[in-house]
């Protein structure tokens, strides 16, 4: 049982799930597969956190990138969001567990949009945990997104350029009110954040796993915020 310190639990949590394909393919099975039993572990981790008492949890589950995927892959990956959010409602309304989403959602197909504007509605007075899904996300663009609405302010006459702060930046992205992420989990051995929150992950504490995502269960996650309360947070300061 891997022990961890109460009083230092990160707020937020964020995940980059990797690998629900190459552990498809290591077991000779389609790749749909490895994303029905990633989904499995997706429940898990959002079980677990709101058990140890994170307060954001925000998972890359659709990337911008992931539209080049088939349109099958895609279409899959579609279907086991809806089941997701409809399969998990009744335990996240128990658990005060709030649903929000980064990204450029206008992309998602009616359905999954419907089901998404849904969950987010029904779940909006919840408390105890926000749980945000990055869908159709991409850090670059939420960049771009943040400054095409301050150049259109700057035309509006609302504020100047000499207004232009981190600060003000920080307001224009997705989720304003998100805290930054004080732990990134990446499954897969891959060293890379992959276009995820980059303007967010400044000071963030990068943990990564060779465990591809459906592997990844309680025990390892409890091992990399054990891995998190560790690290010394200096924030480009000295000590
Ligand atoms: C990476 O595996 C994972 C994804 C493309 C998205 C993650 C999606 C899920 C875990 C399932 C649905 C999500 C929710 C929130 C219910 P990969 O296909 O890139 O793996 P590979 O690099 O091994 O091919």
Known sequence: MTLIDPNKIPRHVA?????????????GINRFLGHEKG???VREIVRTSREIGIQWLTLYAFSEENWKRSKLEIQALMK???RFLKGELKEMQENGIRIQTIGRTHKLPDNTRKILLETIEKTASNKDMVLTLALSYGGRQEIADAIR???TRIEEGGISANDISEQLISKFMYMPDMPEPDLLI???GEYRVSNFLLWQIAYTEIHVTPTLWPDFGKEEYLAAIQDFQG???RFGACI
């Open 15 to 27: 995940v980059i799930m990797d690998g629900n394909g190459r552990w498809a393919k290591k077991r």
């Open 39 to 41: 989904t499995e572990a």
């Open 80 to 82: 086991l969001l809806k």
């Open 149 to 151: 609405k301050i150049a």
């Open 186 to 188: 990446r499954t897969s």
């Open 231 to 233: 690290r010394e947070r």
